[in-house]
């Protein structure tokens, strides 16, 4: 059985669900948190001990006005209303991308992220202005301006996933068989589900149904 440390999930789908059953995108938005907060009580019952959640990419710029502030709305509100309880249960939140958001936003992610640096049931990664390939050429240039030399070790130490291990399994739901410039480097040897299901319609016992297909899979890196 394959030990299981670290999932990624490409959360993807809400939009259409929202338009699909409520006639809103937005609606579809909000919908997806109620999962986010499924999905991270059942990544604590599995004892896995990393989780990273693609939840806003640097292309998602590209999107109406009214649609980003409604995504930063319920972030800001989220943290808000849940960060003491994400505290209490031993969580620690960490920020991938770019902290570029209105000075309230940022402020926010900053306490949430001191705030429970120390502790250690599980990591929630939250990529946020988050694109692999810009983190990847800053971590060049970072090898660069040191003088470094250009080798995995170096190039793995310097990107935003340092001190982190690989995902093990990547699940995108959503119906759509793509990375969408999420973590192209530390994915290299990850398990990728495909999910047809929308975000906000994934549940536990979809989660649960592949998280036992990826016990069963034999990984060989390469061996044989
Ligand atoms: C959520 O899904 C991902 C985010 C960028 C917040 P989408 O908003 O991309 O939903 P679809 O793909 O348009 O349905
Ligand atoms: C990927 O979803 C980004 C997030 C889930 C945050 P998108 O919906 O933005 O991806 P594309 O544009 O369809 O590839
Ligand atoms: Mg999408």
Known sequence: MNPLNHVAIIMDGNGRWG???????????????????????????????????????TENWKRPRKEIDYLFNLLENFLIKRTEDLHKQNIKLKILGLKKFSPKLNKLLNI??????KNTKLQINLALNYGSKSEL?????????????????????????????????LIRTGNTKRLSNFLLWQLA???????????????????NKIIREYRSIKRNFGNI
């Open 19 to 57: 338009l699909k059953y409520k006639n809103s995108r937005n609606a579809g938005h909000r919908a997806g948190l109620n999962t986010v907060e499924k999905i991270i009580r059942e990544t604590i019952k599995n004892k896995i001990n990393f989780l990273t959640l693609f939840a806003f990419s």
């Open 137 to 169: 050429i800053n971590a060049f240039k970072k090898i660069k301006k040191d003088k470094a030399i250009i080798s995995e070790k170096n190039l793995s130490k310097n990107l935003q996933t340092k001190n982190i291990p690989d995902p093990d399994l």
């Open 189 to 207: 040897y990850s398990e990728i589900f495909f999910e047809k299901k929308l975000w906000p319609a994934f549940n536990v016992k979809d989660y």
């Open 112 to 117: 949430s992220e001191k705030k429970t640096s």
